[in-house]
């Protein structure tokens, strides 16, 4: 593998010449005329424009030409600031918000949406539903570029029955912020949320696909772990199996940021300070995802048994950090107790 | 459960490019050609971790996509993308292709990349048409290190050299360029005055105390930039402008807590014109109030009172919150500009731990009743943390209520 060793400045490190690692189809010219053309005559929307601007980014990228003349391929949009969410693990505030929008009209203007291949209304700590216009957002775009794919990471709490319509006519992907498996740890985690909505939406918007015959979006969950929701993660297969969610994304915490609006999850109440019960864990979700058919977005990490504290060296048990009690789940039955991991 | 443990072994990559590690293919980046992020802002970026925020969008046209002067063609671009997978290749993008940028043992490294990447950045940007000579100034600039005044911990700054950009940006970020007719309000910072007036037709340097007006001036006038006038404000019982005469004003923040009989923002209204810009500049958080109370320049008494009569910045004690913005500019005939986010600065004890639990104005007075409260707040090195320090901001001119337009509610 060229070019991974240590070498101490980015001036020494800098490539002879990396080559780019493939030829793409057809001829730049060809493609390059298709695209021209386009712009030129405003050629309606169509899947070969999208395809033919593709090549040409590819192409250019290839011959490493500088002024290109290609459409970015993936558009990723912030279109609002504001988030109605407050996530235990999550920097977001109304302090960072301005609560300004993206316009229809910005999206009216931009006659080249047609030649991108996905758009992604993210951007930042938002949630996107809470546009006020985003239905009319969405069908500007719509409008725009018939054939572009749109995907969205959403916490699902706002999707009324006019969303879902427009979801489903023109999404092909979504990610839905879960954290949880169950309602208390929901609650908690992603305050003032109520899981009862987020699940009945969920079921609905599983019912529109159902009613319309169509897969599509295709919807993963997404949690964040942490000391808090990691036992009940082997039950979230069973549920996502019932809400027809294909797949399911697990990121372990990180502890990086502070909200000004409320204390957030601290290093321990991260899956790195109860790893055996991590672990264990772990390995019953990959065991149930397989069981319910659900897919893995990602390999879930392993703490090597070996060196787990408490288990090779009792001392280190002494300094495994006890969980502080947090006002995200200081109620009694939320979360897991110290002393049941250590009895796994 | 008996589901294998299965050895996971991290190449020392950046996570973008594992797959070309276990499929054997050298790494080579695309996404200057695929990929596009534009911000509420219409800032952009390349990627998620990219080393600055790029030329703004404009939202083209497909026809205007393309130009030189369009972000999507800008001169930085084009020179990334020409030469990635060169050894002229943008330093950030090396160390992101190379080692792993986001491993704690390559921080320096990728320190480093990204000020190399910042400096290409800036040499290829188009610059605004600039008045005077700031840029012809030589380098060591022994003369020319400044000392801001007043500053509890003084330290010279070399504003013509090293820290060039840092001003420029801030002038652009609010907004500053090409105005006929600019204010300055307060000369405690003197290095942001040729910076004003680089970009300006004229600027009028307003001093509240007189003590700054002679040597900023001077310093404007070695620099090539006749553009400026001088006006003293002491003892002034209003400001001695006409109504609507300033197309922007820049008002530094400690100007706020200079005494003057006559209430400031009104005035600043007064002369401002209809579409102008009004930029306070690092006004006050109520974490200011409590650090001169930690360091005993004022009473327990006075901070009480202060914090207890919530922000404003009528008088000499002012202080602002992010959350107060809009209710302290509307008593003024004044808006919150939301088109220019605002910067705020808080106190950080290097980790997320801090004393204050929550940083309302309201929680944060009763906290300071409690006694117990404030021996921690004296002995603790978080004392501070998370508190607003200073707020920048830009406010505009409030429509009249009978123009049509509704207030926007503040963000949730």
Not at chain 2, 15 to 26: A, F, P, Q, S
Not at chain 2, 235 to 263: C, H, K, M, N, Q
Not at chain 2, 386 to 407: H, R, T, Y
């Amino acid at each position: 593998m060229p070019g991974t060793s240590a070498i101490a400045t980015p001036t020494d490190r800098r490539p002879v010449r990396r080559a780019h690692p493939r030829k793409p189809p057809g001829h730049y010219e060809h493609w390059k005329n298709i695209v021209e053309e386009a712009v030129r005559t405003n050629a309606p929307p169509s899947p070969d424009l999208i395809e033919a601007n593709v090549n040409l980014g590819d192409w250019e990228a290839y011959l490493g030409i500088g002024k290109v003349s290609s459409f970015p391929v993936n558009l990723h949009v912030t279109i609002t600031d504001v988030c109605n969410a407050r996530c235990g693990f999550c920097g977001y505030s109304p302090d960072i918000s301005t609560n300004r929008r993206l316009k229809v009209e910005d999206i009216e203007r931009a006659d080249w949406l047609k030649f991108c291949r996905q758009l992604n209304p993210n951007g930042g700590l938002n949630e996107p539903l809470s546009h006020p216009q985003i239905a009319e957002l969405l069908e500007a775009v719509r409008r725009q570029a018939p054939f572009v794919e749109m995907g969205m990471t959403t916490n699902a709490s706002l999707m009324s029955d006019r969303l879902i319509n427009v979801i489903v006519a023109y999404f092909k992907r979504m990610i839905v912020s879960l954290n949880a498996a169950r309602k208390e740890t929901y609650e908690a985690t992603m305050p003032p949320l109520k899981w009862d909505k987020t699940i009945d939406n969920l079921r609905r918007l599983r019912d529109a696909k159902r009613s319309q015959k169509t897969d599509l979006p295709t919807v993963v969950a997404s949690v964040v772990t942490h000391r808090h929701n990691l036992e009940e993660l082997p039950e979230l297969p069973e549920l996502l199996k019932e809400l027809d969610i294909e797949g399911l994304r697990i990121q372990p915490m990180a502890v990086r940021m502070m909200a000004t609006d409320r204390q957030l999850m601290t290093d321990a109440e991260t899956i790195q300070s109860v790893p055996r019960l991590a672990n264990w864990s772990f390995r019953a979700l990959e065991a149930n995802c397989d069981k319910f058919g659900i897919r893995l977005t990602h390999a879930l990490p392993v703490f090597d048994a070996a060196r787990l504290v408490g288990t090779a060296d009792p001392e280190h048990a002494q300094a495994l950090p006890a969980a502080r009690t947090t006002t995200l789940f200081s109620a009694p039955g939320i979360g897991v107790p110290e002393g049941q991991e250590q009895a796994r | 459960m008996n589901a294998p443990v299965k050895p996971r072994h991290r190449p020392p990559l950046s996570r973008e490019w594992m797959k070309n590690y276990y499929t054997g293919r050298e790494p080579f980046c695309e996404w200057p050609w695929d990929d596009l992020f534009v911000n509420l802002s219409n800032d952009t970026r390349i990627c998620c971790s990219f080393f600055t925020k790029l030329q703004p969008f404009d939202w083209p046209t497909a026809k205007d996509f393309h130009k030189e002067t369009s972000m999507w063609n800008s001169p930085f671009m084009q020179y990334m993308r020409k030469n990635m997978g060169t050894p002229d290749e943008v330093p950030f993008c090396t160390v992101c292709l190379t080692v792993d940028k986001r491993a704690p043992a390559n921080k320096q490294l990728v320190a480093k990349a990204k000020k190399e990447s910042l400096e290409l950045y800036r040499s290829l940007q188009a610059k605004p048409a600039l008045h005077g000579t700031i840029d012809a100034v030589e380098i060591p600039l022994a003369d020319w290190q400044l000392t801001p005044d007043g500053a509890s911990n003084d330290k010279p700054v070399k504003p013509f050299s090293t820290s060039k950009y840092i001003y420029r940006e801030m002038v652009q970020r609010w907004g500053f360029i090409s105005k006929k007719k600019v204010l300055l309000a307060g000369l405690q910072r003197k290095a942001m005055a040729p910076f004003l007036a680089e970009m300006s037709d004229h600027v009028v340097l307003a001093d509240f105390t007189g003590k700054q007006l002679a040597a900023t001036q001077q310093i404007c006038h070695a620099l090539g930039l006749d553009n400026v006038s001088v006006s003293d404000l002491r003892g002034v019982a209003r400001l001695p402008y006409d109504d609507a005469s300033f197309d922007a004003i820049w008002i530094e923040g400690r100007s706020l807590t200079v005494d003057r009989p006559w209430p400031l923002l009104p005035e600043l209204r007064r002369v401002l014109s209809q579409d102008g810009t009004l930029h306070l500049h690092e006004s006050p958080g109520p974490g200011r109030w409590i650090e001169k109370f930690i360091a005993g320049e004022i009473s327990h008494r006075d901070l009480v009172d202060n914090i207890a009569r919530g922000p404003r910045i009528e008088d000499r004690n002012a202080f602002v919150t992010r959350q107060s913005l809009e209710t302290v500019l509307v008593k003024a005939g004044l808006k919150f500009d939301r088109s220019a986010p605002p910067g705020v600065a808080r106190y950080s004890s290097g980790d997320e731990s801090r004393l204050f639990e929550d940083f309302g104005i309201k929680a944060i007075a009763r906290s300071l009743q409690d006694p117990t409260f404030l021996d921690r707040l004296r002995a603790e090195p978080r004392a501070l943390s998370g508190l607003e320090k200073c707020i920048s901001f830009n406010a505009i001119q409030k429509p009249p209520k009978d123009s049509g337009e509704a207030d926007e509610p503040d963000a949730m």
